[in-house]
């Protein structure tokens, strides 16, 4: 058996000067860059909120929750950074089932990667260009990134992919922060050298090139709870756990101590509507310890217009078609909870 070499992709390059960010929106995207960078180094106390879909599935749908996330940020703007997720690639367990908008830009038709490089650039263009929005998105492939390098005010690395030598490396070269989730079986030492490698410089390949990359001072851990040995959701968000993670901090002298917590996943044991008490919790820890609330910068909340998950194939509109989601509703009542107990 090998691989099939079906045809040759534009590089990101090429793909940029087609789909190009303007002028105007590159302004935007930098304003947007130096607030959020801003929370994580400590000159600005408003707290970050990564919320959106599990992964991006229809193009209108997901513009339509920018819509509605836009008009929730003018009345919340003074106290919390929202960074929408737009995550196109979906890490699957087994390597089966949809694989995210990059692999299918129609989830029930076959994957086309070249349709799929260009539904994800145009799915960015169209946050940032019509709602204000540079989004975060996941690094699942390291070699990918650059198609979104223009886009991407935020950049997480997975739970199954923190351990990886490139996504490490690739780590320490982009510019906006980079979370790096501790590992499902629940390692913390893991998270935390990802960081160290991820804030250090390093001589790599990178798509073909000899790079050199100067460290990425954002580089910082998500606590997304992990899997006992008996296949038992555990989470790690708890008022004990921050402040482990502050101890661990504390030994590695790193820049910009910083935590993102994932309300769902195994901190949720996928009960997705777990994730308005979680949130909630995380809030009331930081009141209670002004270490915590130096750490903790932000959530991490998978939201979209409906509650739950179907099938691709039942079309409904903004319910996800991966893990499920908190609703419209709720997500918008949370948001305005936190605000009110920042």
């Not at 929408?84 to 694989?99: C, D, E, L």
């Not at 910083?258 to 820890?285: C, F, M, P």
Request: charged share 25%; hydrophobic share 35%; aromatic share 8%.
């Amino acid at each position: 058996m090998q691989m099939h070499f079906h045809r040759k992709l534009p590089i990101p390059k090429e793909v940029k000067a087609e789909y190009p960010v303007t002028e105007e929106m590159a302004q935007i995207k930098a304003a947007r860059d130096e607030s959020i960078r801003a929370v994580f180094d400590g000159t600005s106390d408003k707290f970050l909120l990564i919320i959106g879909p599990c992964s991006a599935d229809h193009k209108e749908p997901v513009l339509e929750y920018m819509s509605r996330l836009r008009r929730i940020e003018e009345q919340v703007k003074d106290k919390i950074v929202i960074i929408p997720r737009i995550y196109t690639n979906k890490p699957r367990t087994t390597g089966q089932g949809y694989k995210g908008m990059l692999h299918q830009p129609d989830p029930e038709e076959k994957p086309d990667m070249y349709k799929g490089i260009v539904a994800i650039r145009e799915l960015h263009l169209a946050a940032l260009r019509d709602y204000g929005f540079s989004c975060a998105d996941e690094m699942l492939y390291p070699d990918n990134y650059r198609y979104l390098s223009d886009l991407l005010s935020y950049v997480a690395v997975g739970a199954r992919s923190v351990e990886n030598q490139e996504h490490r490396l690739v780590a320490s070269g982009i510019g906006a922060p980079v979370g790096m989730k501790n590992p499902t079986g629940g390692d913390l030492s893991v998270m935390m050298n990802a960081i160290v490698a991820s804030q250090s410089s390093h001589t790599f390949i990178y798509r073909g090139w000899e790079v050199t990359s100067d460290g990425n001072p954002y580089a910082h851990a998500i606590l997304r709870g992990y899997l006992d040995n008996s296949g038992r959701s555990i989470s790690n968000y708890h008022y004990e756990d921050l402040l482990r993670v502050e101890e661990l901090y504390e030994k590695s002298n790193l820049t910009n101590p910083s935590v993102i917590v994932d309300t769902n996943h195994n901190n949720s044991g996928k009960q997705y509507l777990e994730q308005v008490r979680i949130a909630k919790d995380i809030v009331h820890s930081r009141r209670e310890n002004p270490v915590i609330r130096r750490l903790v910068k932000g959530l991490m909340i998978e939201s979209y217009l409906e509650d739950g998950a179907c099938k691709p194939e039942e079309h409904i509109f903004g319910k996800s078609i991966t893990d499920p989601c908190l609703g419209w509703e709720k997500t918008e009542q949370l948001i305005y909870d936190i605000a009110e107990k920042l």
